[in-house]
């Protein structure tokens, strides 16, 4: 059997289980027919894996797979290692990654997007999913960081806490909310340079502190139905959900008809609010936005009101989305 072998995506499952090693495999991982007994499936060994979904499957663990799991890489089968692209002949003995060729060149489009705007970025600076959704760039926060948050905006309870901003972008926070690391930052490619071309031409124009984009769902890995995260039409990777803008500059979630739970005060920034979506409206496409104040719905045509978005505006890109 030729090497290597990949284990692909079937349907919308994220792992396959490696039996009898006590692992999953992530959709994505490498592996090497070996011999095995194996009650069904074929026996396999794992040359490459990832932790895009969680947990990497370990390298040398050995188990037997369903066999409609696996398939050999073709000649278009393209991997990422150490940062460069090779075809299935360089991926078997070092850490690589399969990569469909539309995948690629999504992923390639959005870095030399964030280059234009931002700077360098290498390939292997961006994450992608085995379903062609491409993550928002972002850095991780560090430990320290995260617990100078905690006390600049006293988020002094695990509820405050989940609302914490961690991870940033170049022109952009990310918060997290009640979802799992990682499970909420995917989008479609043209999502994604949409996100960071809004991003980039907004903090040019409103450059203070108080006017930084924060962002929180976009999608999960992949257009499952049921959202996992939660939402009605985040599944297609063509919608963000971002934050309202405070009058106080600090990061966390502001009401438009509600105080702040922290202080019991108005912080929702509502002249801000509504000169972003007017300006996000003429300057990027925007087939959707969703949010409740009646005031910026007056000001802003296209903007409607739907249960639910009274503390965040619900953004889409590219052709008109379904109704909600
Ligand atoms: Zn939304």
């Given at each position: 059997?030729?090497?290597?072998?990949?284990?692909?995506?079937?349907?919308?499952?994220?792992?396959?289980?490696?039996?009898?090693?006590?692992?999953?495999?992530?959709?994505?991982?490498?592996?090497?027919?070996?011999?095995?007994?194996?009650?069904?499936?074929?026996?396999?060994?794992?040359?490459?894996?990832?932790?895009?979904?969680?947990?990497?499957?370990?390298?040398?663990?050995?188990?037997?797979?369903?066999?409609?799991?696996?398939?050999?890489?073709?000649?278009?089968?393209?991997?990422?290692?150490?940062?460069?692209?090779?075809?299935?002949?360089?991926?078997?003995?070092?850490?690589?990654?399969?990569?469909?060729?539309a995948?690629?060149?999504?992923?390639?489009?959005?870095?030399?997007?964030?280059?234009?705007?931002?700077?360098?970025?290498?390939?292997?600076?961006?994450?992608?999913?085995?379903?062609?959704?491409?993550?928002?760039?972002?850095?991780?926060?560090?430990?320290?960081?995260?617990?100078?948050?905690?006390?600049?905006?006293?988020?002094?309870?695990?509820?405050?806490?989940?609302?914490?901003?961690?991870?940033?972008?170049?022109a952009?926070?990310?918060?997290?909310?009640?979802?799992?690391?990682?499970?909420?930052?995917?989008?479609?490619?043209?999502?994604?340079?949409?996100?960071?071309?809004?991003?980039?031409?907004?903090?040019?124009?409103?450059?203070?502190?108080?006017?930084?984009?924060?962002?929180?769902?976009?999608?999960?890995?992949?257009?499952?139905?049921?959202?996992?995260?939660?939402?009605?039409?985040?599944?297609?990777?063509?919608?963000?959900?971002?934050?309202l803008?405070?009058t106080?500059?600090?990061?966390?979630?502001?009401?438009?008809?509600?105080?702040d739970?922290?202080?019991?005060?108005?912080a929702?920034?509502?002249?801000?609010?509504?000169?972003?979506?007017?300006?996000?409206?003429?300057?990027?496409?925007?087939?959707?936005?969703?949010?409740?104040?009646?005031?910026?719905?007056?000001?802003?045509?296209?903007?409607?009101?739907?249960?639910?978005?009274?503390?965040?505006?619900?953004?889409?890109?590219?052709?008109?989305?379904?109704?909600?």
């Amino acid at each position: 059997m030729p090497c290597p072998l990949v284990v692909a995506a079937t349907g919308f499952a994220l792992f396959v289980p490696l039996d009898g090693a006590g692992v999953d495999l992530p959709v994505g991982s490498v592996v090497r027919a070996t011999p095995m007994q194996c009650a069904r499936g074929i026996g396999v060994e794992v040359q490459a894996s990832h932790d895009t979904y969680g947990a990497a499957a370990p390298i040398g663990a050995r188990g037997c797979v369903a066999a409609e799991a696996v398939r050999p890489a073709d000649s278009d089968t393209r991997f990422l290692k150490d940062g460069a692209v090779v075809g299935p002949e360089g991926a078997c003995d070092a850490p690589s990654r399969p990569i469909p060729p539309a995948t690629l060149a999504g992923l390639t489009r959005v870095r030399d997007t964030y280059a234009e705007l931002f700077g360098p970025l290498r390939l292997d600076e961006l994450d992608w999913t085995d379903w062609g959704y491409v993550a928002l760039p972002l850095r991780a926060l560090g430990a320290a960081a995260i617990e100078a948050e905690w006390a600049r905006e006293g988020l002094s309870t695990p509820s405050r806490r989940e609302k914490a901003v961690v991870a940033a972008g170049p022109a952009y926070l990310h918060f997290l909310g009640a979802d799992a690391p990682g499970s909420d930052i995917w989008a479609t490619p043209a999502t994604i340079e949409h996100v960071l071309r809004l991003a980039h031409a907004w903090s040019t124009r409103c450059g203070t502190p108080d006017c930084m984009l924060q962002l929180g769902d976009l999608a999960w890995y992949n257009a499952r139905t049921p959202d996992p995260l939660g939402h009605r039409d985040h599944n297609e990777g063509t919608c963000v959900d971002i934050r309202l803008f405070r009058t106080d500059g600090g990061h966390y979630e502001a009401w438009w008809n509600r105080p702040d739970d922290r202080t019991g005060a108005h912080a929702y920034d509502r002249a801000r609010t509504t000169e972003f979506l007017a300006f996000a409206m003429a300057n990027a496409p925007v087939s959707e936005v969703l949010f409740n104040d009646p005031a910026v719905i007056a000001a802003v045509p296209g903007v409607r009101a739907v249960k639910g978005h009274d503390d965040h505006v619900h953004m889409c890109f590219g052709a008109k989305a379904t109704q909600p």
